[in-house]
């Protein structure tokens, strides 16, 4: 099973990036996906995650209204759409699929994608 992210990359305060995961291995159309991310020196933390349906979504607090969740079960992938982006949004951001009930940890990681924001 395998988790791929991409879309990373480095963008000037204000910007877009738009993530994508695409799984393999596995469908997780039965699955609630997410992303969490982890800035240097700091604990990994939860940013978003999707229901299997893709009826309900769940954000932490510092993303709502800037970023936006959403999946493809065609395509067994999960996307993250990242406005407004500020510079403590820089992060490694990793996709995840069977997230835990609290959004705490998942059963299925992916690699990480770096996003840096520049001031």
């Known amino acids: 099973v395998q988790l791929q992210a991409s879309g990373g990359g480095l963008v000037q305060a204000g910007g877009s990036l738009r993530l994508s995961c695409a799984a393999s291995?596995?469908?997780?159309?039965?699955?609630?996906m997410g992303w969490f991310r982890q800035a240097p020196a700091k604990e990994r933390e939860f940013v978003a995650a999707?229901?299997?349906?893709?009826?309900?979504?769940y954000y932490t607090d510092s993303v709502k209204g800037r970023f936006t969740i959403s999946r493809d079960n065609a395509k067994n992938a999960v996307y993250l759409q990242m406005n407004s982006l500020k510079p403590e949004d820089t992060a490694v951001y990793y996709c995840?699929?069977?997230?835990?009930?609290?959004?705490?940890?998942?059963?299925?990681w992916g690699q990480g994608t770096q996003v840096t924001v520049s001031s």
């Open positions: 999707i229901s299997w349906s893709g009826g309900t979504t």
């Open positions: 291995g596995r469908t997780f159309s039965n699955d609630n």
């Open positions: 995840a699929a069977d997230l835990s009930q609290g959004h705490q940890t998942a059963a299925y």
